[in-house]
């Protein structure tokens, strides 16, 4: 076992910093704004171990609000979406479809409750709690979130300088 799993402060690990530090490097226009917000937070005359842990807080800003960002837009993506139903509700409503066609013949009309239930969508409180239990894993921390430039060039912007 390495001294990284053994300490109390995973933080402190080099080999997560250089993950972190990497990350934000690999991409020139996050690179600029973790620059800027360590310059600010560190200040101009400041040491270089300073500002080193200036470019790591920095850094860890910016994953944040990119991580922010992105489950702003997953979220309101579907809530925008006057369609959008859980993937359980809409098979059972495709079972009840089948269930009327094979029972009635498939050129009959369906009655009237069924229709309804067909064509019901989750709305206000209610579809944001389903949203929220269907799109778990995809807005979990347990792995890296993968963003389009446009949202990280908005997370940039809306982030503190």
Known sequence: MDNCRRREEPARCPSIRRRSVRAALSDP???????????????????????????????AVLEVCRIRAARHQLLFKAMDDPEWDTH?????????VFRCARGAGALTPMPKEVVEYVYSRPEGAEKFAMILEERR????????????????AQVCNSCPR
């Open 137 to 152: 894993s995809e807005l979990s921390c347990s792995g890296p979130l993968r963003t389009p430039r446009a949202v990280q």
């Open 29 to 59: 226009l996050l690179s600029k704004a973790a620059d800027a917000l360590a310059t600010e937070l560190a200040g101009e005359p400041a040491n270089a171990e300073i500002r080193e842990l200036a470019r790591n807080v920095a850094t």
């Open 88 to 96: 359980a509700n809409q098979q059972a409503k495709d079972r009840a």
